[in-house]
Structure formats: C-alpha cells, structure tokens
C-alpha cells in the first residue's frame, strides 16, 4: 500500500471520480488509489487536454489576455514528456494547440453566456476541492477532485459549473457525444460536492449561490485528426435527488467495502484483491486491455509485482496532483 497517514496513524484515502469509475474492478481499484500505481507518462491526446485546461483557466484569470493565456500552455505542451499515439496523433502538436486555442478566444470567449463567478477578484476556475466524508477505526476518506469553472448562466442565473472536454469526434456526432454526461459519474461527482459545499459551509464565497443542485454544461473541443475544429457545448444537465441519493449509496458501499479490506489484511497485496474485471467484464474496456491487465495475468505475485515496479511510477494517489509525478 502506498498511502499517507494522519498524525494518529489512520490511512487518508482519497476518492474522486476516476477512482469510483475505477471501482467497477476492485482489483483496478486497489492497484491505482490504494497502491498508487499510475502510467509513468501520459498519453498526448490526454496532454494536450491538459494544455488547453491551462489555457482556458488563465484566459479566464486574466480576463481575456489571449497572448498571457496561450504561453502557458505552449509551455506545459512542450516541456512534458509524454506518450505519442503514431501518425494518427501527429498533428497534435504546438502550433495545433495555438490554433485551438486563438478559435477558442475568437469564436467562444466573447460570446460565451456561462459567467465565470468571481469572489474579490479571484475567478473560480480549475477549483480543488477536499471534502472528509468519512472517518473510520483505520481510516479517513476524502472526496477530492478540480472544478473547470463554476458560475452560472448569465448573471442572475443559478450555480453551475462548466468541465472541458477534448475529443477526436467529428462535431456532428455531438448530441451522442453529450448524452454520455447525461448519467455520468464526474458529473453527479461534482454536483454532489458543490451541492454539499454551499449547503454546510456558510462562510464560503459560493454559499451566495444558494442552489438546490447545480446544473452541468459540458463545452466539447472537436479535433478530429487535424480537420475543422470546432466548439459545441451540451444543454444544460440536471442531476437530479434521486441520482445523488444512488451515488451517495454507492459511495458508502464503496467505503465500507474498502474498510474491510484493509481490517483482514492491513498489508494487502494487490495481487489478492478480487481481480472483479473477470466477471464485470472491466479487463477489456472496448478493444483496449485494462492498464494493468499484465499484472494480473501473471503466474504468481512475485511475477505481477515485477510487472507493476517495471511499467509503473508508484506514488500516493492523490487527485489534486495528477500531473505531479514527484510529489505525493
């Protein structure tokens, strides 16, 4: 295991949306947030999400400096390594990114009906969030994860929050594109957090926002393979009570179950984790295996142990870091 510890020796597990998406394998799971075993580099269409993220927020921080905005993000881009994809992600590369980027500026900022809030200059964007939900006999959970934007729909509207999405998709595939946000675990995630934020935290700038639940946009960046980018956003997504109450189910489910393992072996190995991919059918997600599907083919644990030490960094997962590969 590979996880920090309280001052009274508890383990601090962190739990965020890639991790409950994770949970469909306990096994996954386990070799990610509590081991803490993740690719040592990330894919270039991931990093290019990435950089755009970094533009978007301080375009947003600087109230509309494109040429401030930009450099940051052509710096990340060139300066991180990362996993090339071939010639069918070839033309994701910095010069692409300035395109996207100054299209973005031109055709969306402008005109843009979302209203970033901001609280005493500070405009709420790329927002981490730490909230505990949890304490047991072993551990404390904290739900974790980073907003894109939160604002609302013009100046009076109620609170939302807006989350980027960049993709390969031709545009006109959007509606079926969008609808997969329409039940989706980041989404309800989210919801669940600010909801919980405004609700029992009065003195934080957002409780003027009272909201019932906030309400999701989802603005998709198009780039199929270098041809005409361009920008549609979803309508307005509503979680509804009935979605929290099963996530928040789901939730506890997951705790209690993750508080039982580490109570029958407080050293647990991932190898002896219920590999539940077998049956959940999670060892294959479409045509592409599972990242650890190596490890858990091997013979003995001896064996997968080598695998995992060999094609992974380990380090506390920690949701609030994702690109900090030194830092725990």
């Not at 881009?77 to 300035?98: A, D, R």
């Not at 969030?129 to 959970?141: C, D, N, S, V």
Request: charged share 20%; with cysteine.
């Amino acid at each position: 295991m590979n996880l920090q510890k309280t001052e009274t020796g508890k383990f601090i597990i962190k739990l965020d949306a890639t991790a409950f998406a994770r949970s469909v394998c306990f096994r996954k799971f386990w070799l990610s947030t509590i081991d803490g075993y993740r690719p040592a580099l990330w894919p270039i269409d991931i990093e290019f999400g990435n950089s755009f993220h970094i533009f978007s927020k301080e375009l947003e921080i600087s109230n509309g400096d494109l040429i401030k905005s930009i450099i940051p993000a052509q710096k990340y881009f060139q300066e991180t390594p990362m996993l090339s994809k071939g010639l069918s992600k070839s033309f994701l590369n910095v010069e692409y990114l300035t395109e996207v980027c100054t299209k973005y500026f031109n055709e969306v900022y402008h005109n843009d009906p979302f209203v970033t809030f901001r609280y005493e200059g500070k405009a709420f964007v790329e927002m981490n969030f730490a909230i505990p939900i949890e304490t047991t006999e072993l551990a404390e959970y904290v739900l974790c994860g980073t907003i894109d934007r939160i604002g609302t729909v013009g100046k009076q509207g109620p609170l939302a929050f807006l989350d980027y999405k960049s993709t390969g998709k031709y545009a006109k595939s959007a509606t079926e594109y969008f609808a997969r946000y329409l039940f989706n675990t980041q989404i309800i995630t989210y919801a669940f957090a600010l909801t919980h934020i405004v609700n029992h935290f009065p003195d934080h700038p957002l409780a003027i926002l009272k909201a019932y639940i906030p309400c999701a946009f989802i603005q998709g960046i198009f780039i199929p393979s270098g041809s005409t980018i361009e920008f549609k956003r979803s309508n307005m997504i509503q979680p509804t009570l009935t979605q929290l109450d099963m996530w928040r189910e789901e939730l506890y489910k997951l705790i209690h179950k993750i508080d039982a393992a580490l109570k029958e072996i407080k050293n647990l190995d991932g190898y002896y984790v219920p590999a539940e991919g077998l049956f959940s059918g999670a060892c294959i997600q479409g045509f592409t295996p599972c990242e650890y599907h190596g490890s858990c083919c091997a013979p003995d644990p001896r064996a997968s142990e080598w695998i995992l030490k060999n094609n992974f960094l380990s380090t506390s997962y920690n949701p609030l870091r994702f690109n900090d590969k030194n830092k725990t």
